[in-house]
Each structure stands twice: as structure tokens, then as C-alpha cells.
């Protein structure tokens, strides 16, 4: 059963965790949009750019370079119960670790437990001298706002762990598919699902702040722009998000490139929209990457950019694509000799 199919199911019961729902998130105020970029031309030659990691069964792949100078995989694997993680010094030759992280322990924890919800779309990420994964869970009830995510954190600095639940109590985020980025002046930002975002605490032991919803300042009303499950997680005739699943955020230079997933032309597409502010709100949205959802973007040892992928030229495998990254947020495929 795939991740749409999972979802429309419906898993579980809902938590009574209070202060999540759309009131809880701020609208954004609309401001002058700049013209989106257009898919570049050279995503016409995608199949020929994506480079295969290894035959084994990873979607939503994350990857991350750490200060011992070796890259770091993971993503939703066999199973779908536990975090796994590959470590690479070349993005070349991968290496399964003897690590397998599972939930249960933390408090917010026991009703996706009882309920033997998957564990879905982990990230790795090195920030502060350690390891930190996000990980999320959804309720399998169809109420998306009781699916739920959180943040480890290694307690040793090393990718192996041991790791420790940095919100054991309550959930960070009130949906799937975490991540963290890292502004320039260090402060990180814990973001989720379809484009929501949580400032962390500078010792990044808790977020705070609530949570918000991203927005966009040109509508996409086109119905072939967007998921069945699009007017289920924003609303009916709500056309100002980014996409509705496997957000992203990074940074270019003074500007931010928000990401995440949607359709376009019948693919599980990466869009793409820029702000000048965090909080945005972002431009117009466009389609970055066909097949690209839920993908990531990293820098290898030379600073030059990639994206992961697990769709369109490989099925459910991990693979990266050499990309560029442009100031106005023109994501093109990179020549690599």
C-alpha cells in the first residue's frame, strides 16, 4: 500500500493534543509577486542525470555531509519501522550501518504504537557538532492534523547514536515529513509536511515557538497542478500553499527556496517558490523537478548542489541529480564531465 492509499485508509485514533489547526497557524499578508521561473530546459534530460545509489528499497532518501567528512543516508526503508542510515565517503560506495532507531518510548508515541503506525521519511541532518533525525508518523485515520513528527538528537556526536527524543512529550510538528534548516546566524527552524515551520530553541532542546503555515502570493487553481489530497489538508478552493507533502527549505545567498511536493503532469514533482523573509510570503510556485517529490537538497565537498530522487527514472531506490540553484530560486540540471 503506498503513501496516498495509507492515508485515505485512515489508522488510529486521534490524539487529543491541543493547539495544532489552522487557527493556530498565521496568515501571511500578500505582497507584490515577483515572476516564478519556469522549469528549466534541461530537466528534459533527467533519466540521463540520475545517478543510482544502491539496489535496495528507500523512499524520501536524505542525505547529509558531516564534519568527519562522510555522507550519511536515510529515508523511509523496508518495513517502514525503524530509521536506517548508509554512510558514503565518496557518494559512491555506501555502507549499511549497525543502527536501526525505533518508536515507542517517548509518551506521544503510544497511540501511533497501539496502533502499529509506520514510521515514514526520516532525515538526516549535522548541525551543532552532533547527529539530529527527524522522524514522523501518521494515524492512518484520514485526519491528517493527528499524524505527528519529532527530533532525536545523538548524544554522542556520532551518526550510530545513542539518540534521545529532543521533545519526548508532545510532538513538534502536527504532520509527516520533518526537516531542520539552518539560517546564517545559526538559528534552525524545524519544518514539516506542506510547508509549516517551527523556530527551535538555540540549544535546540524544544521548539520556541508555535508553529505556522508558509504561504504563497499567486494562487495555482489549475487542477492538474495538484494531489486528490490537496483540498483535504488546506481546503477546498485553498490554492496558496507550496505543495502537500516533503517540504524543504534552504537558503541562496538572501534568499529562501521553500520546496515540496505536488503534481504536474501526472508526476510527483518538486515545486519550488522563493521569499526574501523565512516567514514569506513566498512568490509564485513552479514545477522544479518532474518526478522529483519529496526530495532534498545537499552540498558535496566541493559545494556544488544535488537533489535526491526515488521517482521517475528509479523506483522506490535512492539516486541524486546534479543540480544548480539560482538567487531567484531556478533549480536547472548541473553538467557533470
Known sequence: ??????????????????????????????????????MSPSMKNLDKAVRLLFDEYVRDPSICLAADGNYYLTGTTTGQNCIRLWRSKDLVQWEKLDFEWRYGDSPWHQNYKAKGCPLWAPEVHFKKGTFWLTYSMPTYTGEFK???SGLLRSTTGKAEGPYVDVSPDERIGDEID????EDDDGTVHFVWHCGKIRKMKPDMSGPAEPGRKLKITVPDPDPTHHSDLCAKIHGPNSFDHIGYEGVFLLKIADTYVLTASDHWDGKYTC????????????????????????????????????????????????????VTIAANGQIALRDVK
Request: glycine share 12%; hydrophobic share 40%.
Open 271 to 322: 515545486w519550488a517558490a522563493t521569499s526574501k523573509s523565512i516567514y514569506g510570503p513566498y512568490n509564485a510556485r513552479y514545477p522544479a523537478i518532474p518526478h522529483g517529490g519529496h526530495n532534498m537538497f545537499f552540498q558535496d565537498k566541493a559545494g556544488q548542489w544535488w537533489s535526491t530522487i526515488f521517482n521517475g527514472p528509479v523506483n522506490e531506490k535512492p539516486a541524486i541529480v546534479p
Open 1 to 38: 500500500m503506498n503513501r496516498r492509499d495509507v492515508l485515505k485508509a485512515g489508522c488510529g485514533v486521534a490524539l487529543a493534543t491541543a493547539g495544532w489547526g489552522p487557527s493556530s497557524f498565521a496568515a501571511e499578508s500578500a505582497v507584490g509577486a515577483a515572476p516564478a521561473p519556469t
Open 178 to 181: 520533518a526537516s531542520l534548516f
Open 146 to 148: 493527528d499524524s505527528g
